[in-house]
């Protein structure tokens, strides 16, 4: 009879995790091509709690390209490109067993549809991936986190254009070929139900371009899905010891009351989260999916070959936790949203801190596809305040510990949990704000919101206690 494990595996995979465009810099060196996180815009003059999800038009990015005096600081993020090997050595010491990271498409494709791949980039991509294996990490890539060139939203429409899925498969299988003796673990896209909140970054579809924007929004990501399966099966075809993996950005949302109208509502909404997952992972649209196109007027339309494309389903299956939320019938309706839990603390950004969700998240995905399970983006972003040379986090500390007690009970329940990511190990350049303020790593990086700072690494309090939770495997959390 089976026992109920005591702990973590104890080859578990103690990892953090990055993404080329937050960190790297260089946007314009060694045959780079612009990307869109390239135009990405930090302002001071914004609430990022109260920014709305503005669309990107063309005009929007004739403008970035044009312009001298914004800000955009994933151009020159953490300057990982020129300091990534002292940057690895520092990841070494805290400990960590593997480490993610992406490629960047426009440093490998400069313009998305080039004949040839740029040699520079690969080059690079040689180097940094064999000083992480040197470095003692297990290296887990992201083919494409937020990096599609900005050719292929102006020349193209971004995914919406079925050309785009010729062009990713063509990347992934170059990636596939050149790295195959150097890593193992892939992710395709990163947070790929995100379509919405990152609709632009993720799909780079400029909402001037089409009629119908939630529409194309959905056949962009139809056509990122059919792009991956054919990846996933090259892969598999060539090479049978790589894994393929998809990626969520997880967070269920709970139903607002125990009114039947909101669990339902809430099971809805959780569904088209889960939807792309689903594809992925099992194979075929579900029939919710279906229904909920057929009720909002939303129309994909598929190629020939897309359903038999799309039997080619992936090894395991990840996710980014960061908050949870509720949802009601009232916000069901109002474009199928989900609204901030107010009995739950959070950061100075109102995102929720909710460990239990993590628990509660682990037990449903497993139920629901039986395969191997990596929390890929895990931890919580906080304004650091360096005294006397060095930063006292004990919020961040408490928040790990929290996370990571309720991994253990849910590996007690039976997940197959395999790894976890700290989101963040050292400070990069935020996603969704794009400032460097919004912290989340062990290491400091010293530099502000405008790319000001020295640029000096300094261990926080909370890298030593990470240090020794993973060198008790997750046993040491006091």
Same mark, same amino acid.
């Given at each position: ?413 039976? +997940? @197959? =949990?395999?790894? $976890? ?6 400070? %990069?350049?935020?996603? *969704?704000?794009?400032? &460097?303020? /919004? ?5 400091? +990086? @010293? =530099?502000?919101? $405008? ?6 690494? %300094?261990?926080?309090? *909370?890298?030593?206690? &990470?240090? /020794? ?7 040491? =959390?006091?």
């Amino acid at each position: 009879m089976r026992q109920v494990p005591k702990g973590f595996p104890e080859n578990f995979m103690w990892g953090g995790a990055v993404a080329a465009n937050q960190l790297e810099g260089a946007y314009d060196t060694d045959g780079k091509g612009l990307c869109v996180a390239d135009i990405n815009e930090f302002r001071d003059d914004v609430d990022i709690t109260k920014k709305s999800n503005l669309e990107v038009t063309t005009d929007y990015i004739k403008e970035a390209l044009a312009s001298t005096d914004r800000i955009f600081p994933k151009r020159w993020g953490i300057d990982f490109y020129h300091t990534y090997k002292d940057d690895l050595k520092l990841l070494a010491e805290l400990g960590l067993k593997t480490f993610r990271t992406s490629i960047n498409w426009a440093r490998i494709y400069p313009n998305g549809d080039d004949e040839k791949p740029n040699e520079a980039g690969l080059k690079f991509y040689d180097e940094l991936f064999d000083e992480i294996i040197k470095n003692g990490m297990e290296p887990m890539i992201t083919i494409s986190h937020y990096e599609i060139p900005l050719n292929l939203t102006t020349a193209y429409k971004g995914w919406y254009s079925r050309e785009v899925i010729d062009f990713f498969e063509k990347y992934c299988k170059t990636v596939f070929d050149r790295y195959a003796g150097k890593v193992k673990y892939w992710i395709i896209v990163n947070q790929i139900n995100l379509i919405v909140h990152e609709s632009f970054n993720h799909l780079g579809i400029a909402a001037d371009l089409v009629d119908d924007l939630l529409s194309a929004k959905y056949q962009g990501v139809h056509n990122e899905m059919v792009a991956c399966a054919r990846a996933t099966k090259y892969a598999h075809e060539h090479y049978p010891d790589m894994e393929i993996g998809m990626m969520l950005c997880g967070g269920p949302a709970y139903p607002a009351t125990c009114k039947p109208e909101d669990v339902l509502a809430a099971q809805k909404h959780n569904q088209m989260e889960y939807f792309f997952s689903d594809v992925l992972m099992r194979g075929l649209y579900p029939g919710y999916a279906l229904r909920y196109f057929e009720d909002h007027d939303i129309h994909v339309e598929f190629g020939e070959h897309d359903e038999e494309d799309l039997k080619n389903t992936c090894d395991f299956f990840s996710f980014s936790y960061y908050y949870t939320r509720i949802c009601s019938k009232e916000s069901y309706e109002n474009g199928n949203e989900a609204i901030r839990n107010m009995e739950l603390p959070a950061n100075p950004w109102g995102w929720t801190i909710d460990p239990i969700g993590l628990r509660i998240l682990l037990n449903e995905f497993y139920d629901r596809y039986q395969k191997p399970i990596y929390i890929t983006e895990n931890g919580v972003g906080y304004y650091d305040k360096l005294e006397n040379g060095e930063i006292h986090d004990p919020y961040r500390i408490e928040y790990y510990r929290d996370h990571i007690t309720q991994m253990k009970e849910a590996i007690k329940d039976g +997940v @197959d =949990l395999r790894g $976890y990511y700290a989101w963040g190990p050292i400070d %990069i350049v935020s996603c *969704s704000s794009s400032e &460097m303020s /919004k912290r989340y790593g062990f290491i400091y +990086v @010293d =530099l502000d919101d $405008y790319g000001k700072g020295s640029g000096q690494r %300094i261990k926080k309090d *909370s890298f030593a206690w &990470m240090q /020794k939770v993973i060198q008790s495997n997750g046993e040491s =959390l006091d």
